[in-house]
């Protein structure tokens, strides 16, 4: 299993962001996926999570009416769209899945700043 993200970067406070997470290894379509994030010096918090068709989704209070997440089981890809970030976004932030056991990717660092 490989998770791959990509699409962090220096934005301004009320700016946006794209992250995807690119999948191999397992049948993607079959497993729910979610996002998480790591800001330093704090522990890792669960951001949104979409079941395995993209029909359902959940998000972190912190997060619900701003980001969105959704997935392209064609492309093996879960995103999480995310607007009008705010400073105490600033993370790293990880996709994961549990397939058998928890996987991780290597992280997207997102940093909110003027």
């Known amino acids: 299993v490989q998770l791959v993200e990509s699409g962090g970067g220096l934005v301004q406070p009320g700016g946006s962001l794209r992250l995807s997470c690119a999948a191999s290894?397992?049948?993607?379509?079959?497993?729910?996926m979610s996002w998480y994030r790591q800001a330093p010096g704090k522990k890792r918090d669960y951001v949104a999570r979409?079941?395995?068709?993209?029909?359902?989704?959940n998000y972190a209070e912190s997060v619900k009416g701003r980001f969105t997440i959704s997935r392209d089981n064609a492309k093996n890809t879960v995103f999480l769209q995310m607007n009008n970030l705010k400073p105490e976004d600033t993370a790293v932030y990880y996709c994961?899945?549990?397939?058998?056991?928890?996987?991780w990717g290597q992280g997207t660092q997102v940093t909110v700043s003027s």
């Open positions: 994961t899945v549990y397939y058998y056991t928890e996987y």
């Open positions: 290894g397992f049948t993607f379509s079959n497993y729910p």
């Open positions: 979409i079941d395995s068709s993209g029909g359902s989704t």
